[in-house]
């Protein structure tokens, strides 16, 4: 209860501007906590890439682990047509998916880390201007007249810095942590999307997807070109 009287009268000498400055606070706090959170469980239990090979080449449907290249694998298994060509798609939009979650937040948290100095000068201005408008009214020997207006001017503006450089050094943590695992993301995609075209379709699923399951990049058959099995695969008989 202590504690929490000294803050309310911390609180009430800055004035009204460390109500909005306490909310900024909040979330600021509130949002690079559930990142650090968040971005710690993506690179703890995450299996290794040869596992993730080992899954794919081995035909396997579930996954264990939440870690990043765990989440693309199990969403990839459980979306995956077994054409190649569409494959790869499917991978890539698991991937847009799993990169826009590595960025939430952090936009947010870059504008409250540049508000709160900005509130804390706005603070030292409104002190400022309330210790003018005392030393107009009373003259400089009026010590505790002046006194309210000094103490929101630098209550104000240490509260400010106070949420802002620690504030300023947690996100640029969290976005090389961010751009870390995004490096990480696009060199798993393009690991797995080779083995994923290096697959097979069957001449049945071939001619059932209108062969979409054809990777002409890797060397497979065009529109047009005579399949293994003798079949000549055209687009409008198909």
Not at 11 to 37: C, D, K, N
């Amino acid at each position: 209860m202590e504690v929490l009287r000294r803050t309310l009268e911390y609180l009430q000498q800055g004035g009204w501007i460390m109500v909005p400055l306490a909310v900024a606070s909040l979330v600021l706090w509130t949002l690079m906590l559930e990142r650090l959170s968040f971005l710690r469980s993506l690179r703890r239990g995450d299996i290794t890439i040869d596992e993730v090979i080992t899954l794919l080449r081995s035909g396997a449907v579930c996954v264990e682990g939440n870690g990043l290249r765990a989440r693309l694998v199990r969403n990839f298994l459980a979306r995956r047509s077994g054409f190649p060509r569409l494959d790869v798609d499917i991978l890539r939009q698991c991937a847009m998916r799993e990169r826009a979650g590595l960025s939430s937040f952090l936009a947010i948290i870059g504008v409250l880390v540049s508000v709160a100095p900005l509130l804390g000068l706005l603070g030292t201005v409104l002190g400022m201007i309330e210790t003018f408008q005392v030393i107009s009214l009373f003259g400089t020997g009026n010590a505790n007249a002046m006194a309210g207006g000094i103490s929101v001017a630098l209550i104000t503006t240490e509260a400010g810095l106070l949420v802002a450089v620690p504030g300023l050094l947690l996100s640029g943590m969290l976005l090389q942590r961010s751009s870390r695992l995004a490096t990480q993301l696009e060199e798993d995609v393009m690991i797995i999307s080779r083995i994923v075209r290096r697959s097979s379709c069957t001449l049945t699923d071939r001619l059932r997807s209108e062969n979409a399951c054809i990777d002409q990049r890797e060397g497979g058959l065009a529109i047009g070109e005579i399949a293994p099995a003798g079949v000549y695969i055209e687009s409008e008989a198909l």
